[in-house]
């Protein structure tokens, strides 16, 4: 047996869609960032962008469970002494809710010279229904969300 390596010619990038309407954030970064990367896909390669580029729609829907709107904070670092400024989810959804999206998935991709790339390139967020994407046909993508409780 031989080790699978993928070349430029077996990479075929497609378009996801994901409506982030009452989705938790955690379970919905951790299955963008797989779909970004490539993960669910027989030709993944570590070492090379092979994912897929996602849509998320309704940003500003997605759901953060127990007090994560004011307990969970951001932190940003302008460079200068005692510039450091939090922000609340709370406040970071009302702006920005694009964002937190994108940070939540940003921290669930590993830290390489390709995280940034993924980031960057494959990752549409929009606060709204609407996107300018239609040209691309997305397909649409699910998330499995199971909010079924395991009985002991």
Do not use: C
Request: charged share 25%; net charge positive; glycine share 6%.
């Amino acid at each position: 047996m031989k080790t699978f390596s993928a070349t430029p010619d077996d990479i075929h990038h497609e378009w996801l869609i994901v409506d982030a309407q009452d989705v938790p954030l955690g379970r919905l970064a951790s299955e963008v960032a797989q779909l970004i990367r490539g993960k669910h896909k027989p030709t993944f390669t570590p070492h090379m962008d092979v994912g897929d580029f996602v849509i998320v729609i309704n940003a500003e829907k997605v759901r953060l469970t127990g007090k994560k709107l004011d307990g969970k904070t951001y932190f940003k670092y302008t460079g200068y002494m005692g510039h450091e400024t939090h922000t609340t989810a709370r406040n970071m959804m009302a702006k920005h809710p694009d964002r937190v999206i994108e940070k939540a998935v940003f921290g669930m991709l590993p830290k390489t010279s390709l995280a940034k790339q993924h980031l960057r390139g494959k990752l549409k967020v929009y606060a709204g229904a609407e996107h300018p994407h239609a040209a691309q046909q997305p397909k649409p993508y699910t998330v499995q969300s199971s909010t079924q409780k395991v009985s002991a």
